[in-house]
């Protein structure tokens, strides 16, 4: 009898093991080059993990760039090792030559379907391609055309908004909490045909509210989002419901409080627009405005021709649309808004960057006045030195400074620039192995020295103005917006960059038409999170704070 408990012990501690090491080897990867270069491991648990997501880590990832070349190893949790990609051949192949290797985290699309559900970020292949086709259309440049005026009667709202503060002697403005209302009222109107209010920052809109807290409610979680993979996995969706209303902890539950509202709402303007009712109509009186009772907002026009698409091959059920509803918000809120922000806090530092930029806008004006409509927007859209303002803001200082794949086979990566291992030997194409996470370096891909010069890291719109450098060229950046990879590229590139171009043009036309920014007396840093967002240290909360007057103009750019 001993001899048989034994022998079940012995069975089950195999057993065991041998599950361990499935799952030990499913998780932790181990390089196949030796001798890639990488930073040593803070600690054996954490690896780089912590230095690299931190609010401060920044420079850590610029250290990547500057230390090792395109490409290096870093260390994940309890011995992974993970490969860093900055270089430009290397990210063609991540992204569109071996798109079908290389998919998205379990930890991204877990919590992308957490949130969003089915959208363009967790769904792959057919799948993938039935609703690009469908939402190709609605991003096109007649349809943003249609969408312009739109935007402008917000952008109009914002103007008076700061008009209103400096008239009653306002003069340090918090201008990232204004952009953010600014983008979401756009997205508001032009996407979902719905109004939240307006760009005032103090009207309550728990929609509204909801969308600018999750972002801050995800980075609040922490290392507990990595065992999402594992807990989705468990029982069913009402058992997982469950569980997480029993968890204790106060950021979950906030956490899951936030979807609920933005689920909520969601739907409740995806019903209204099936009834062809408007959820919130909004009767303009400006010269340039547009009523939403027109249904030329995106979800209108997503209905339609869903309506009108085959049962079979190319109709999004209605998850998809109210998944795609949800993730229209959240891929532009917060990256456009930090953009902007960002570029009139450089403008405020290079004074004569903003006087150059209100000439070019005010002489444009002066020529073809917003009046003239489609013709003003063909015009904005083409203004050297504004594109330049934006396209360089847009490369040196992308929202997302990173995206991560995971390798679905073993397979081989070239490298554009090879880099140097630790045996002194050139590599010049890299070994990815199954199931090994790799990083797409966006900020790093966009500032390297190699292809951008030895001023890549300075902040200098005229370079947009002059002939690129050869190597630059040469290096053939596989971004949907040319020659950087801040709305990456492919298939899965970001969808609605043009909507994201057209507001920030529309905005700053606006903006710096008919006020001045100057830096205030507030210390700015820039941290980490999901994007990239201001703060002032010892506040501890995201805003900008610049001083905002209209000393050259006493009549506002009508």
Not at 64 to 93: N, T, V
Not at 179 to 199: K, P
Not at 396 to 421: C, N, S
Request: proline share 5%; with cysteine; aromatic share 8%.
């Amino acid at each position: 009898m001993a001899f048989i408990h034994f022998s079940w012990l012995s069975i089950s501690a195999l057993v065991t093991y041998w599950i361990l090491r499935r799952i030990w080897a499913n998780f932790v990867i181990v390089c196949i080059d030796k001798t890639l270069p990488g930073p040593t491991r803070a600690s054996w648990i954490t690896g780089n993990i912590l230095q690299l997501r931190a609010p401060t880590g920044l420079a850590d990832h610029h250290a990547l760039l500057d230390k090792y070349g395109s490409a290096a190893k870093i260390h994940g949790l309890f011995g992974d090792e993970q490969i860093y990609f900055s270089d430009p051949l290397a990210i063609r192949h991540i992204l569109i030559n071996d798109l079908s290797v290389f998919r998205e985290t379990r930890v991204f699309v877990t919590l992308n379907k957490l949130i969003f559900g089915d959208a363009l970020t967790t769904v792959h292949d057919a799948h993938h391609r039935k609703q690009r086709k469908i939402l190709n259309p609605l991003f096109s440049a007649k349809h943003m055309r249609e969408l312009a005026p739109i935007i402008h009667g917000v952008a109009y709202d914002l103007r008076d908004s700061i008009k209103g503060k400096i008239q009653q002697g306002e003069t340090k403005i918090d201008v990232l909490s204004l952009l953010w209302c600014t983008a979401i009222e756009s997205l508001g109107q032009a996407g979902l045909g719905y109004s939240f209010g307006g760009v005032d920052e103090r009207e309550n809109n728990a929609y509204r509210d909801s969308v600018k807290h999750l972002f801050p409610a995800l980075d609040s979680l922490g290392p507990i989002v990595l065992a999402l993979p594992t807990l989705s996995r468990i029982g069913t969706s009402r058992l997982r419901r469950y569980l997480v209303d029993c968890l204790p902890s106060s950021r979950i539950q906030k956490f899951k409080g936030l979807i609920d509202i933005i689920d909520i709402n969601g739907r409740d303007i995806l019903n209204q627009k099936r009834d062809g009712l408007n959820a919130s109509p909004v009767e303009s009186n400006k010269p340039h405005g547009r009523s939403l009772r027109d249904n030329s907002d995106i979800v209108t026009r997503l209905l339609s021709a869903n309506e009108s698409s085959s049962q079979t091959t190319g109709h999004l059920s209605k998850g998809e649309v109210l998944a795609l509803i949800s993730h229209l918000l959240f891929a532009s809120s917060e990256t456009t808004s930090g953009l902007l922000a960002r570029i009139l806090e450089m403008l405020a530092r290079h004074p004569d960057v903003q006087g150059r930029l209100r000439n070019e806008l005010q002489q444009i004006q002066a020529k073809i006045p917003v009046s003239e409509g489609e013709i003003f927007y063909k015009k904005l859209g083409k203004l050297p030195y504004l594109n330049a303002v934006i396209n360089e803001s847009l490369r040196l200082y992308p929202p997302v400074i990173l995206m991560e794949r995971t390798a679905t086979k073993d397979i081989v990566v070239p490298l554009h620039t090879p880099v140097k291992g630790t045996d002194g030997q050139l590599i010049t194409q890299i070994h990815v192995a199954k199931n090994q996470n790799v990083t797409i370096g966006i900020a790093n891909c966009n500032r390297d020295r190699r292809n951008w010069g030895h001023d890549a890291d300075e902040w200098r719109p005229e370079r947009w103005l002059e002939p690129l450098p050869a190597t630059l060229v040469d290096a053939r950046i596989p971004g949907v917006h040319p020659h950087m990879m801040t709305f990456l590229g492919g298939e899965r590139s970001c969808i609605g960059y043009s909507f994201a171009l057209l507001e920030m043009e529309i905005v700053l036309w606006e903006l710096i038409s008919n006020f001045e920014f100057n830096l205030s007396d507030e210390t700015i840093s820039w941290r980490l999170g999901s994007t990239q967002y201001p703060q002032v240290p010892g506040k501890g909360i995201q805003m900008l704070p610049l001083e905002v007057s209209t000393p050259f103009a006493q009549v506002l750019v009508e």
